[in-house]
């Protein structure tokens, strides 16, 4: 049996972890490597080209280029080889992911396509099923897409009002609905499309072939960003759908669409890395290019701290989002060593860790956002026209923040999900709690200027893992059912535990960069290191000092904020001379190498 992983979804805040059980992306091995750059030169030699034909919706291109995808095996990494696929794990897979990333709107249609689209009749489809579509998905003989979000269910899909009836004999479901912002919908053959049968209040799967007899479309949405993925409006109208057509069983529609949503939203934040890659090589190719002044851009101070903050936002996602990635795979294998099948192993190995795959997905997002933001600046005014690089990366990337649920939903999962695991006891969150609140008056500032480096940066992570432990059941006692209706404090308690995820990995990746050798200079990487912890201080303390202020009074009030003070508290470094070492680094460098 493989080992059972070291640690549960959300465990994190109450366990100290070991850099040496953490993975990190220098470990990727030479196979994983060759697909990644199998995927980047797929990017680089048919995609980009094509970038500007693609937002103007160049007729039957976008399909074209994902069935060329699929020749090469692309579309089919993770798919079993039983269905054509090349079987890669969780972990491979993300990484191809992030390489497939640069893409723009072709990686939303190749992301819909093998994520959304794909994944439900890989991981809920009978045999007879994927015998008959997964094989056509794998190769890109047939595209995919997922029809989930009506005009009145957006964020709240189970109001969808989509709706199946079995005819007399029993053979078919009669369909009718309308989905809308349905990516792919152009030219998907397949759909996953969700509705209520009969008089059901949750949700049903069905797959549908789009050539069926009463489905229509509107016309190509004309959307802010991605404008080159098809998104459209489909119409099912006494549609006829045989009933070995049903996905999973009856009623389980909400919990496909909510399983399928956590492996979006960890996929999500490895795919944004190669949107981070490409607009981090742009902004520092025309920094030192542009002259102003006499001096190139990237000689002036400003401009560095802007790429010093691109390159450690990047790096402590990579760091975040494969340490989360490879703990899924370790449990993915754990459960499929204890007898679950391919998709149940699947399903349930991701959705343990519900919190890191939302926290994640906002951390990624709001990151890329920073990223391509600086990118426009740094490029001045021709940042603001279209004929630079900072146009298309600017808009396509603000829609991460909306897909896989918006940012806002993921910070209510992220706390949510971690109380839930406390309150069910999968993970002892409430007894970490109490001995925190019970020794809340001894609590001590950590003085990182003296002892190990290691030791002291993990001894503030420590303390700031007790801030956030601290409020967790304070919150939970004070609001008890109504806070899911405190959305602003669970808002800010999310933002800790996200900061406090991401800070820590940064320091197990940058710890086991120096102690296994990866990094014969693991300078750079402190730097980073250092501004990333005095920013998440900051950080962590506003959004715990705004909690306590939204609900405590009194001794309760003056006895938490002290507390947050001294275990937010961090020694000043210069974070000036941190930010232009990174940044000196990418720019002799030209292109991001850390």
């Given at each position: 049996?493989?080992?059972?992983?070291?640690?549960?979804?959300?465990?994190?805040?109450?366990?100290?972890?070991?850099?040496?059980?953490?993975?990190?992306?220098?470990?990727?091995?030479?196979?994983?490597?060759?697909?990644?750059?199998t995927?980047?030169?797929?990017?680089?030699?048919?995609?980009?080209?094509?970038?500007?034909?693609?937002?103007?919706?160049?007729?039957?291109?976008?399909?074209?280029?994902?069935?060329?995808?699929?020749?090469?095996?692309?579309?089919?990494?993770?798919?079993?080889?039983?269905?054509?696929?090349?079987?890669?794990?969780?972990?491979?897979?993300?990484?191809?992911?992030?390489?497939?990333?640069?893409?723009?709107?072709?990686?939303?249609?190749?992301?819909?396509?093998?994520?959304?689209?794909?994944?439900?009749?890989?991981?809920?489809?009978?045999?007879?099923?994927?015998?008959?579509?997964?094989?056509?998905?794998?190769?890109g003989?047939?595209?995919?897409?997922?029809?989930?979000?009506?005009?009145?269910?957006?964020?709240?899909?189970?109001?969808?009002?989509?709706?199946?009836?079995?005819?007399?004999?029993?053979?078919?479901?009669?369909?009718?609905?309308?989905?809308?912002?349905?990516?792919?919908?152009?030219?998907?053959e397949?759909?996953?499309?969700?509705a209520k049968?009969?008089?059901?209040?949750?949700?049903?799967?069905?797959?549908?072939?789009?050539?069926?007899?009463?489905?229509?479309?509107?016309?190509?949405?004309?959307?802010?960003?991605?404008?080159?993925?098809?998104?459209?409006?489909?119409?099912?109208?006494?549609?006829?759908?045989?009933?070995?057509?049903?996905?999973?069983?009856?009623?389980?529609?909400?919990r496909?669409?909510?399983?399928?949503?956590?492996i979006?939203?960890?996929?999500?934040?490895?795919t944004?890395?190669?949107?981070?890659?490409?607009?981090?090589?742009?902004?520092?190719?025309?920094?030192?290019?542009?002259?102003?002044?006499?001096?190139?851009?990237?000689?002036?101070?400003?401009?560095?701290?802007?790429?010093?903050?691109?390159?450690i936002?990047?790096?402590?996602?990579?760091?975040?989002?494969?340490?989360?990635?490879?703990?899924?795979?370790?449990?993915?294998?754990?459960?499929?060593?204890?007898?679950?099948?391919?998709?149940?192993?699947?399903?349930?190995?991701?959705?343990?860790?519900?919190?890191?795959?939302?926290?994640?997905?906002?951390y990624?997002?709001?990151?890329?956002?920073?990223?391509?933001?600086?990118?426009?600046?740094?490029?001045?005014?021709?940042?603001?026209?279209?004929?630079?690089?900072?146009?298309?990366?600017?808009?396509?990337?603000?829609?991460?923040?909306i897909?896989?649920?918006?940012?806002?939903?993921?910070?209510?999962?992220?706390?949510?999900?971690?109380?839930?695991?406390?309150?069910?006891?999968?993970?002892?969150?409430?007894?970490?709690?109490?001995?925190?609140?019970?020794?809340?008056?001894?609590?001590?500032?950590?003085?990182?200027?003296?002892?190990?480096?290691?030791?002291?940066?993990?001894?503030?992570?420590?303390?700031?893992?007790?801030?956030?432990?601290?409020?967790?059941?304070?919150?939970?006692d004070?609001?008890k059912?109504?806070?899911?209706?405190?959305?602003?404090?669970?808002?800010?308690?999310?933002?800790?535990?996200?900061?406090?995820?991401v800070?820590e990995?940064?320091?197990?990746?940058?710890?086991?960069?120096?102690?296994?050798g990866?990094?014969?200079?693991?300078?750079?990487?402190?730097s980073?290191?250092?501004?990333?912890?005095?920013?998440?201080?900051?950080?962590?303390?506003?959004?715990?000092?705004d909690?306590?202020?939204?609900?405590?009074?009194g001794?309760?009030?003056?006895?938490?904020?002290?507390?947050?003070?001294?275990?937010?508290?961090?020694?000043?470094?210069?974070?000036?001379?941190?930010?232009?070492?990174?940044?000196?680094?990418?720019?002799?460098?030209?292109?991001?190498?850390f």
């Amino acid at each position: 049996m493989e080992k059972k992983p070291v640690i549960r979804g959300g465990e994190f805040l109450i366990k100290e972890v070991d850099f040496t059980d953490v993975f990190i992306p220098e470990e990727f091995d030479e196979e994983q490597n060759m697909i990644a750059e199998t995927c980047s030169d797929f990017v680089e030699t048919e995609i980009v080209p094509h970038f500007q034909a693609l937002d103007e919706h160049e007729e039957g291109l976008m399909p074209s280029l994902l069935k060329k995808a699929g020749e090469l095996g692309l579309l089919g990494i993770s798919i079993p080889e039983e269905y054509a696929g090349f079987g890669q794990s969780f972990l491979t897979n993300m990484r191809a992911n992030e390489a497939m990333g640069s893409a723009y709107s072709f990686s939303v249609a190749f992301m819909a396509h093998t994520g959304i689209g794909t994944l439900p009749l890989a991981y809920y489809g009978t045999d007879e099923q994927k015998d008959k579509y997964l094989t056509d998905l794998a190769t890109g003989d047939k595209l995919a897409a997922y029809c989930l979000t009506e005009p009145g269910a957006g964020s709240d899909a189970n109001a969808g009002t989509s709706k199946a009836v079995l005819t007399e004999d029993g053979k078919h479901y009669i369909l009718n609905g309308q989905k809308m912002w349905i990516t792919n919908g152009g030219f998907a053959e397949v759909l996953t499309v969700f509705a209520k049968i009969d008089n059901d209040r949750v949700l049903s799967a069905f797959l549908v072939e789009a050539d069926s007899e009463g489905i229509s479309m509107n016309p190509e949405e004309h959307k802010m960003g991605i404008k080159g993925s098809s998104t459209r409006q489909i119409f099912f109208n006494d549609v006829k759908v045989p009933v070995e057509n049903l996905l999973g069983r009856r009623g389980t529609g909400f919990r496909i669409a909510l399983n399928i949503l956590h492996i979006g939203r960890i996929k999500l934040g490895a795919t944004v890395i190669g949107s981070m890659r490409r607009a981090i090589n742009h902004s520092v190719t025309y920094a030192n290019e542009r002259k102003q002044f006499g001096s190139f851009l990237s000689e002036f101070g400003a401009i560095k701290h802007k790429m010093g903050e691109q390159i450690i936002k990047m790096f402590a996602t990579e760091s975040a989002v494969y340490r989360a990635s490879k703990d899924m795979e370790d449990n993915i294998n754990y459960l499929i060593s204890d007898g679950k099948t391919y998709g149940e192993a699947n399903i349930d190995g991701v959705a343990e860790f519900e919190p890191e795959c939302a926290l994640l997905k906002v951390y990624g997002s709001e990151a890329l956002d920073y990223i391509v933001d600086e990118m426009v600046q740094i490029f001045g005014g021709m940042g603001f026209s279209s004929e630079a690089p900072a146009d298309r990366s600017y808009r396509d990337s603000r829609i991460n923040r909306i897909f896989e649920g918006t940012n806002e939903i993921n910070r209510l999962i992220t706390v949510d999900s971690t109380l839930k695991k406390g309150l069910k006891h999968k993970i002892d969150l409430f007894e970490a709690a109490k001995e925190v609140l019970e020794n809340i008056a001894d609590v001590e500032m950590v003085n990182m200027q003296d002892g190990d480096y290691y030791e002291t940066k993990h001894a503030f992570v420590k303390n700031l893992k007790k801030a956030a432990l601290m409020l967790l059941p304070v919150i939970q006692d004070t609001f008890k059912r109504k806070l899911m209706f405190e959305e602003e404090i669970l808002m800010n308690v999310s933002d800790m535990i996200m900061n406090i995820y991401v800070l820590e990995s940064t320091l197990l990746r940058v710890e086991k960069l120096e102690k296994n050798g990866h990094k014969s200079d693991v300078s750079y990487y402190k730097s980073m290191l250092d501004v990333l912890t005095q920013d998440t201080a900051g950080n962590v303390y506003k959004s715990g000092f705004d909690t306590i202020g939204s609900f405590a009074e009194g001794d309760q009030k003056v006895m938490l904020c002290d507390a947050m003070g001294t275990l937010t508290r961090a020694h000043s470094v210069n974070v000036k001379e941190a930010r232009r070492k990174i940044a000196d680094k990418l720019i002799d460098d030209g292109v991001y190498k850390f």
